[in-house]
């Protein structure tokens, strides 16, 4: 079945994300509910600053596994210093002040926090949409109907490799594999939706097609694909990642594949996908409109900064969670004025302060580069994504 008939001729050049609407999105996500973005989603603040239309809160960093290319190089024991119910609380009451922003309660693992369901209670009845990240391995039928209760509107659940050998392998611990799929029963037996993350490695980009079936043979209904991020424990796999032309040919893979399937896939940190996806729909005479590409044709590849951001366990604010740029801490600024006035999420705004090609791509509105690479391989968080193979058509001529 075609999931995105392609029909309609007669493209004209870029379709950018329409303006001052960096990354409108979220969607694809966890349907409607009572409560959630009345009138429909706010793009913009009354101030002009762009809304948050996502936001990766890191409730806990404990986690019962051992990624090998874990960011957060997390662990089993306790961390020092995390948000306690009340701070968390009241951080949750700010969220409301920068949009209507979905919350992706992550980790860690967020099941290993005791109080992650009351804090999840809490901001539904806010109206905020909430969705978790839980590795899987924990959920019993009593935490999935927890979930529910709590109103989680829907899990992610990664899955890195098609078998319980490559899987368990790259994530450290025997029996996680087996472990995830009694979770994701668990999950559909109380009636929570759930999603697949990969990580892209070079390690299981053979694999790709295997763990898609795999997806839909478990009953997910969106495959996301993250690329690696050589930070945290990836920093020790920089043979994992991979180059600028196997981004460009994945990437490609995935353009073509989502026809073939009614489910959501979405390259989440792969920015140049949203380049490729433009560039093929040119070629193909068909325009980048939400009825042919659905979500994608209103989102951009990095949104950091620009419609989502992420919360460190102590509350240290980010672009994401794969760079580790202190843009402030709630404990001592107010959430909503870090998102408003930070320094760094003001530069993710601007396309003059991104360095080298990525300042001055006519792609940069629906790109954007990954900045956690930028940073994690070349130290500077605003120069040019460093696997992108594309040349900026203003450089071409700056070359002739
Ligand atoms: C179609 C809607 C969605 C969009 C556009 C989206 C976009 C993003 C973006 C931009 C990131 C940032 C990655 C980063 O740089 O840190 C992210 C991370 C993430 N997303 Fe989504 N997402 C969507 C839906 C979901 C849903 C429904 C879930 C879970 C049920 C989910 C789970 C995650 C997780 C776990 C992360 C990583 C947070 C971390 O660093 O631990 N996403 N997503
Ligand atoms: C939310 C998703 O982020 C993935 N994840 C964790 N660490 C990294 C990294 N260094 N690079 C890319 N993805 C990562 C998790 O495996 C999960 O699937
Ligand atoms: S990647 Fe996720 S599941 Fe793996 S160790 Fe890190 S926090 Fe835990």
Redesign the pocket.
Known sequence: MQKNPHHGAGHSGLDGPPAGHPGGHPGGHPGGKPGGHPGGMVTTLADGTPACKLIAWEVTRS?N???K??R?E?HLEPYEGELDTAEAKALIDTFPQVGSPIIIFT???PMMRADVYELIRYATDKGLRCVMSP?GTLITPETAQKMRESGVQRCSI?IDGPDAQSHDEF?GVQGAFDASMRGIEYLKEAGIEFQVNTTVTRANLSSFKKIFDLCEHIGAVAWHIFLLVPTGRAAQLGAEVITGQEYEDVLNWFYDFRKTTNMHLKATCAPHYYRIMRQRAKAEGVPVTPENFGLDAMTRGCLGGTGFCFISHVGQVQPCGYLELDCGNIRTTPFPEIWRSSKQFKQFRTQEDYEGKCGICEYHKVCGGCRARAYSMNDNYMGEEPLCTYIPKLAERRKA
Do not use: K
């Open positions: 986690c596994l051992a990624c290319h874990c957060a997390a980790g860690g693992d590795n990664s994530r």
